[in-house]
């Protein structure tokens, strides 16, 4: 249905319509025409293989802290989880906007650390590295 009352069948509104479209879609051609999609290298030689890898979220939109650990197929997720108690606790996990996540190796005896970082704040990472017991950023060699 037409909101024009011309009698040919194509109103105002159509022709602005299709006009958007036609300059949204040539916009976007001009954004993207040369672009080409990355392929990946090969990888050449041996992937090193590793006893243990964990990788433990350190910020992200939303915390479980109600959520108890458990085992989920061969997984183990273990989470840090509020006391229950009458008082407060002493640092609590913050959420934001964003991801951080802290990935620890293990072959052998050599232990290897990354932390990916594309969190909102630094106060936050800060805070939740510092809340965890099993990051201490001063004493773990980093990669």
Known sequence: MSHSS???????????????SAIFSSLI??????????RAQ???????????????VVTDNYHFALSPSGKIGDVE??????PLSDQPPEKV??????????LE????NETRNVLIDFGYSS?????????SASIRPSSTPWC
């Open 6 to 20: 011309d009698e040919s069948g194509i109103g105002r509104r159509d022709i602005l319509c299709s006009g958007g």
């Open 29 to 38: 051609a001009a954004l993207l025409g040369g672009a080409k999609p990355a």
């Open 42 to 56: 090969t990888i050449s030689g041996n992937v090193a293989e590793i006893d243990r890898a964990t990788v433990r």
């Open 77 to 82: 997720v273990g989470r840090i989880v509020f």
């Open 93 to 102: 996990l913050l959420s934001e906007f964003g991801l951080s996540m802290h």
């Open 105 to 108: 190796t293990q072959r052998g």
């Open 123 to 131: 106060p936050t990472l800060l805070n939740n590295t510092t809340s």
